[in-house]
């Protein structure tokens, strides 16, 4: 059974910075596509970056040059490196892994695992 739990989130200010991170269990595709998406109230939930096997790498563009996406593989570890933070970051972050399809990209339906979502919340 797949696993994956974030942490990190919280409250702070514009300009502000944070680090989540994603601890997955029990995957074990050596091809895959890992990612972060959020969800703000009465929004839908969309990408924010995305990381392939390949160490291939996509953003979103509202979050080019403030947030960085990396994995430890030894550590069965996902980062998001969140800088320059702004109050529409705000959100249920989530981390999300695939099958194993061999494509990677920022669209939901690529995903089939899930967290349970970390809040981060920037205030103005």
């Known amino acids: 059974e797949v696993q994956l739990v974030e942490s990190g989130g919280g409250s702070v200010q514009a300009g502000g910075s944070l680090r989540l991170s994603c601890i997955d269990s029990g995957y074990r595709y050596s091809s895959y596509c890992r990612g972060w998406f959020r969800q703000a109230p009465g929004k839908e939930r969309e990408g924010v970056a995305v990381?392939?096997?390949?160490?291939?790498?996509k953003y979103a563009d509202s979050v080019k040059g403030r947030f960085t996406i990396s994995r430890d593989i030894a550590k069965n570890t996902l980062y998001l490196q969140m800088n320059s933070l702004k109050p529409e970051d705000t959100g249920m972050y989530y981390c999300a892994a695939d099958g194993g399809g061999g494509f990677c990209y920022t669209g939901a339906e690529l995903f089939e695992y899930w967290g349970q979502g970390t809040q981060v919340t920037v205030s103005s």
């Open positions: 990381i392939d096997s390949d160490g291939g790498i």
